[in-house]
């Protein structure tokens, strides 16, 4: 079996697709001459924690890259590389060393980056992955407290698919096989709104990525902004298997909204550029400036959802 050190020579510095920055893993930083608007991003992932226990763990080592980069569209930016910090079981074999290259490799190439350097330890624990992503030309005018009254709020794609695919992995949900399927990869494999960024951010007042929940990031953009929202749950775009779902009342709304790993890109815009978005955004409602958070129901009823926020929360 390899050691740490083997298993960097043999196994990640081919992640680093010869990039000269990364000096093939070989020194204690990478290098870089210039880049222009960066932005950095990390995130970490905890098998029992962000994934359920028994994950494999090439799929976790993939996923921990996909939402750490997922971040770097918020401001537009196109990604460069990563660098990885793994604490991992000592009881690992040869095997779960290669199936971590191999899932870093999916993501890297996925995405046209590469990797930059890192850190390995054991511990006697489960796995650990802390990913620092690096973008370049970023839109520095864009930031949570961006957001203004008056501004439509925009979501890029469909919510709650993920919450149902952790409910499959978590509490047997059932579903039909294809269902099961699609369900699950939207959970284990988000995929990071990277070119949608690039498309929006000339025009986009505040960006954010969904990870803890629609409702939980639609709080951080108005709370950063001292201002408010209403939302129209028709408006949000939900998959007919969610809203079956719903229909059987094992669901509601609030638990699809409030699921998060989504990964879809929440934004406000102002209504002149209402033309500029894609066939794949949605308008969900718009901002005001009365700092309350208002949920309407199908039916038109409102309800003031700004103190029972709920999202994932650490602590």
């Given at each position: 079996?390899?050691?740490?050190?083997?298993?960097?020579?043999?196994?990640?510095?081919?992640?680093?697709?010869?990039?000269?920055?990364?000096?093939?893993?070989?020194?204690?930083?990478?290098?870089?001459?210039?880049?222009?608007?960066?932005?950095?991003?990390?995130?970490?992932?905890?098998?029992?924690?962000?994934?359920?226990?028994?994950?494999?763990?090439?799929?976790?080592?993939?996923?921990?890259?996909?939402?750490?980069?997922?971040?770097?569209?918020?401001?537009?930016?196109?990604?460069?590389?990563?660098?990885?910090?793994?604490?991992?079981?000592?009881?690992?074999?040869?095997?779960?060393?290669?199936?971590?290259?191999?899932?870093?490799?999916?993501?890297?190439?996925?995405?046209?980056?590469?990797?930059?350097?890192?850190?390995?330890?054991?511990?006697?624990?489960?796995?650990?992955?802390?990913?620092?992503?690096?973008?370049?030309?970023?839109?520095?005018?864009?930031g949570r407290n961006k957001t203004k009254p008056g501004d439509l709020i925009v979501v890029s794609g469909s919510i709650g698919d993920s919450f149902l695919g952790l409910e499959i992995l978590k509490n047997n949900l059932k579903v039909s096989s294809l269902e099961e399927e699609n369900l699950i990869k939207k959970f284990l494999i988000p995929e990071p709104k990277i070119?949608?960024?690039?498309?929006?951010?000339?025009?986009?007042?505040?960006?954010?990525?969904?990870?803890?929940?629609?409702?939980?990031?639609?709080?951080?953009?108005?709370?950063?902004?001292?201002?408010?929202?209403?939302?129209?749950?028709?408006?949000?775009?939900?998959?007919?298997?969610?809203?079956?779902?719903?229909?059987?009342?094992?669901?509601?709304?609030?638990?699809?909204?409030?699921?998060?790993?989504?990964?879809?890109?929440?934004?406000?815009?102002?209504?002149?550029?209402?033309?500029?978005?894609?066939?794949?955004?949605?308008?969900?409602?718009?901002?005001?400036?009365?700092?309350?958070?208002?949920?309407?129901?199908?039916?038109?009823?409102?309800?003031?959802?700004?103190?029972?926020?709920?999202?994932?929360?650490?602590?």
């Open positions: 079996m390899e050691n740490e050190f083997e298993f960097i020579k043999n196994k990640l510095r081919p992640l680093t697709f010869s990039k000269k920055e990364a000096r093939g893993l070989s020194d204690d930083c990478a290098f870089f001459e210039k880049i222009k608007d960066l932005v950095v991003s990390v995130d970490s992932s905890i098998e029992g924690v962000h994934v359920p226990e028994g994950t494999d763990i090439d799929i976790q080592a993939r996923r921990a890259v996909l939402r750490s980069i997922s971040d770097l569209a918020t401001f537009g930016s196109t990604p460069i590389c990563v660098f990885t910090a793994m604490s991992l079981p000592s009881t690992f074999k040869q095997q779960d060393f290669d199936q971590i290259a191999e899932g870093y490799r999916k993501a890297l190439v996925e995405y046209d980056i590469f990797l930059a350097g890192g850190d390995i330890t054991s511990h006697e624990g489960l796995p650990i992955f802390s990913v620092t992503a690096f973008g370049a030309n970023a839109n520095k005018e864009l070119e949608l960024g690039k498309d929006i951010k000339s025009f986009a007042n505040s960006i954010i990525d969904i990870s803890d929940g629609l409702l939980s990031e639609l709080n951080h953009l108005c709370e950063n902004s001292g201002v408010g929202s209403e939302v129209y749950i028709r408006d949000i775009p939900i998959s007919s298997t969610a809203k079956n779902y719903i229909a059987s009342n094992l669901y509601n709304y609030k638990d699809l909204l409030s699921g998060g790993d989504d990964y879809e890109l929440l934004y406000t815009i102002d209504p002149k550029d209402k033309a500029l978005i894609d066939d794949n955004s949605f308008i969900i409602g718009k901002i005001n400036s009365d700092k309350k958070i208002i949920l309407y129901s199908e039916e038109g009823k409102s309800i003031d959802i700004k103190n029972e926020i709920i999202g994932y929360k650490h602590f």
